[in-house]
């Protein structure tokens, strides 16, 4: 009996973080625990087991009295995970190429075509989804489920941010070459090589995300015209 109710609150977890991260639960907004239990058709207490989930994730807090709130990531939240994300990822890319055996290679070796052609034909969707699994797999050949875990975790705070690093001009071009470094230093398995090329990798993508903030501050605000001024 203890077993399925674990289940339950672990499925209503996995549902929460559906919802944020595909923006449905904005961040910012509230939870609003008893329309989800209506929905769900589920007890409270299921739900807020699962919030303590999220919480101890990071990605949603508790207010006395007031309840959970979605998280949201401030770009000085940006500047303090970014760099500790390099330093994961770089010691999973010198774990990966001291550990990396042929078969993994050629199959990075794929996975390292499908990027190329996506990038040439300006596919950026397609290209997250094939970089995602091009970082999953060195994480997988790193074989270290500490590193996997804290990689997993910070993770999902940053999705919480929506990020699109990619739409910075001229970044999805040096993001290539970024990966094509990374690969030849895991073909060559040169560990060193390795860890600094994945290690410069994640910095570029938070100069990126900041070239776009401050793009985006830049803008002009478009101003809705008043019916005085449409007469």
């Not at 399925?4 to 509230?30: C, K, M, T, Y």
Request: net charge neutral; charged share 25%.
């Amino acid at each position: 009996m203890a077993q399925a109710h674990n289940s339950l609150h672990d499925e209503v977890a996995e549902r929460l973080r559906g919802l944020i991260f595909s923006g449905d639960l904005a961040p910012g907004q509230w939870v609003d625990e008893v329309q989800l239990c209506e929905s769900w058709a589920i007890s409270r207490t299921p739900l807020r087991e699962a919030l303590k989930v999220l919480s101890a994730e990071g990605l949603v807090r508790h207010e006395p009295r007031r309840g959970c709130f979605v998280n949201e990531v401030t770009e000085q939240d940006l500047d303090d995970i970014f760099p500790v994300m390099a330093l994961l990822e770089g010691r999973c890319a010198h774990e990966a190429a001291s550990h990396a055996n042929d078969a993994e290679l050629q199959a990075m070796a794929r996975l390292h075509a499908q990027l190329k052609a996506h990038a040439t034909a300006g596919r950026i969707q397609d290209y997250y989804a094939t970089n995602y699994l091009i970082h999953e797999a060195i994480i997988d050949m790193a074989g270290n489920k500490w590193l996997a875990m804290a990689i997993g975790d910070l993770r999902k705070i940053l999705k919480l941010a929506r990020l699109q690093q990619l739409n910075a001009p001229g970044r999805l071009v040096q993001s290539l070459k970024e990966h094509l470094r990374i690969f030849a230093a895991l073909q060559s398995r040169d560990a060193s090589a390795a860890q600094e090329a994945m290690h410069d990798h994640l910095m570029k993508q938070r100069e990126a995300l900041r070239h776009l903030k401050s793009q985006a501050s830049r803008m002009p605000v478009r101003r809705t015209p008043s019916n005085a001024s449409k007469n």
